[in-house]
């Protein structure tokens, strides 16, 4: 049924229950149409019938996915939802199982979007016409998933005080150990010499880590001028032409009329080049059809809440880059931002924290959106002042 009678018609299938809440009273059918009732909800609502058919579609739904009603039921589920949704196999394990499936935080993808919304689904079985299924969408406001995505900060900022700590407490020792095991080695055997230099070796491997970790301890105010982020893609994508992207395509989706970012340019390029190695490690050496794609675009709508104050940010700057790999774990898609977490065996789990610290000190915020053979991390920043203050004047006039 694709031609949308079940929205006015076939709707009444599901008209309101009356059975009888207890044994001395009986409920009274509703004196308002079924389908009355389902446009005055505030969330999405679908029917979705055999072969993935979208069959109703109430008016928060034609809001929500930018299409009529009528449009909408001459589609089909997958012709609307990005491939491998979330909501397909949700609908398809209620259609197998015959019970209610909900599903929270789940980040849902269509091209009638700009990015991805994040939503909590419902989904359950309609009894009065089997192989159906009834899905409600509750997308979560902006400002949930600014908290979300402002926790990154707090992540990369929660590993300071140990950097300082380790910076200390280990470093010092470190090279007193280091220059004990060198005068050893001057007196010893070529066997006992192995041994000096293995600990040679392994206290210059944890002073390494340990000065990688000296960063997050960095407190100092940027010392920022307005950036030209095109400047340090390009400046990026050279280096990583150059080494460990040379068997995979770059490609480049840019905003030329983009203002400047106000900031530090060698960090953002040590932020971005983080993001490109990474996605290069998860495309691997061994893919013929590998790709990163970096990508700005001018976002006006976006705003964040400064903590504590009235006042309003705005992150009209979005810098993406997305690579065809194999995808982040969804366990780890929480935890992504955290210090020591790491999807390869041999990581330290630094990279990513030190990304987030570096975005977080430029005002912006960052996010993943990761599924098999598609991950893209998205950068808001902020621009300079200059520019948001014209931008501010020409939208009042």
């Not at 009678?5 to 509703?30: N, Y």
């Not at 949930?144 to 929660?158: F, V, Y």
């Not at 990688?212 to 400046?235: A, S």
């Amino acid at each position: 049924m694709h031609n949308g009678s079940f929205r006015r018609e076939g709707i009444h299938a599901l008209s309101v229950s009356t059975k009888t809440p207890s044994p001395r009273r009986k409920a009274e059918p509703l004196p308002i149409p079924c389908d009355a009732l389902m446009d005055a909800l505030p969330h999405p609502l679908l029917v979705i019938g055999k072969a993935h058919a979208i069959e109703y579609a109430n008016t928060a739904a034609e809001d929500f996915f930018q299409m009529s009603a009528g449009v909408l039921c001459r589609h089909t589920l997958p012709d609307v939802v990005a491939f491998g949704s979330p909501l397909i196999a949700l609908v398809e394990q209620v259609q197998r199982n015959g019970t209610t499936v909900n599903e929270y935080g789940v980040e849902l993808g269509s091209f009638r979007f700009e990015a991805a919304k994040l939503v909590d689904l419902y989904g359950g079985p309609v009894p009065e016409a089997p192989g159906r299924v009834m899905v409600m969408l509750q997308q979560r406001s902006m400002a949930q998933m600014i908290e979300r995505q402002l926790t990154h900060r707090g992540a990369a900022r929660s590993v300071s005080g140990l950097a300082a700590v380790l910076a200390h407490e280990i470093k010092n020792p470190l090279s007193g150990i280091r220059g004990a095991a060198q005068l050893l080695e001057g007196d010893r055997t070529d066997s006992d010499r192995t041994l000096t230099q293995l600990i040679c070796a392994e206290s210059d491997r944890i002073c390494k880590l340990v000065d990688r970790m000296e960063i997050f301890g960095d407190e100092r105010p940027l010392q920022r001028e307005p950036v030209n982020i095109h400047d340090v893609l390009d400046h990026v994508k050279q280096i990583a032409r150059t080494g460990f992207a040379r068997h995979i395509k770059i490609v480049e989706n840019y905003d030329p009329s983009l203002p400047p970012v106000p900031g530090s340019r060698d960090k953002l390029i040590q932020a971005f080049l983080n993001l490109i190695k990474n996605a290069a490690e998860a495309i691997g050496e061994d893919r013929a059809d590998g790709q990163i794609t970096l990508s700005t675009s001018f976002r006006p709508g976006v705003r964040l809440s400064v903590p504590g104050s009235q006042a309003r940010v705005s992150l009209p700057l979005e810098i993406a880059v997305e690579d065809n790999g194999g995808g982040v774990p969804a366990d780890l898609m929480p935890h992504l931002f955290d210090p020591f977490v790491s999807t390869k065996p041999s990581g330290t789990g630094l990279g990513l924290a030190l990304v987030a610290k570096i975005v977080g000190d430029h005002g912006g915020i960052i996010e993943c959106d990761s599924r098999p053979r598609y991950t893209v991390f998205r950068a808001l920043m902020p621009m300079a002042e200059s520019e948001a203050a014209q931008t501010m004047e020409t939208t009042q006039a």
